[in-house]
């Protein structure tokens, strides 16, 4: 279980699942990013979220809790997709504030979202996959990305972020431990 650390939901547990390459924001790095996020003007209550390859969807619930109008999430493995609408649930979450999409990130990506666009996109790919330039393709090409639009990847430690990344700024990156949470901003 993980526990929502700031506004609205702050201290409410969310259940989560076990899985390979299954390894959700700890606490530290969620407080940490959020306050980034809030410093560049999130969270007035108009943002539309699309959280990919989503897990526990606790970073989409974090952004809720904080004033997101509508969160999507995006998840393959349908253990953990059915710990998100039992999260939406038990957050007496109005339907309208969530869809949960379960399906393959990159299949989805190219057609299930075509003609949405979201100010806050946050891509969390397992580990070691190299799934993260194709993503964010599929998001630039697919338009997904709003003009004002903010795009956060949490990646291993390793992974070395280009200043210029198709299209996007580095805003910021910060390591934690194993994990590096990067911010690009169009």
């Known amino acids: 279980m993980l526990k929502i650390t700031g506004g609205l939901y702050r201290g409410r547990k969310i259940i989560t699942t076990r899985g390979e390459g299954y390894r959700p924001a700890t606490a530290r790095v969620r407080e940490s ?9 999130f969270f007035g209550g108009e943002e539309i979220v699309l959280d990919v390859f989503a897990g526990s969807g606790v970073l989409g619930f974090e952004a809720l809790s904080r004033g997101a109008l509508q969160v999507y999430f995006l998840e393959k493995m349908r253990q953990a997709c059915a710990c998100i609408q039992k999260n939406c649930l038990e957050l007496q979450l109005d339907a309208s504030k969530t869809k949960v999409i ?25 580990y070691g996959k190299n799934y993260l330039t194709k993503t964010l393709q599929l998001i630039l090409t697919g338009s997904l990305l709003s003009r004002n639009g903010v795009l956060v990847a949490e990646v291993e430690s390793t992974f070395q972020a280009e200043e210029d990344l198709l299209g996007l700024n580095l805003y910021k990156q910060k390591l934690f431990g194993q994990t590096k949470v990067l911010i690009w901003t169009r």
């Open 102 to 126: 379960c399906k393959d990130a990159l299949k989805a990506l190219e057609t299930q979202l075509t003609g949405l666009q979201f100010d806050l996109i946050f891509v969390d790919p397992p």
């Open 33 to 41: 990013l959020f306050s980034m996020l809030r410093s560049l003007g």
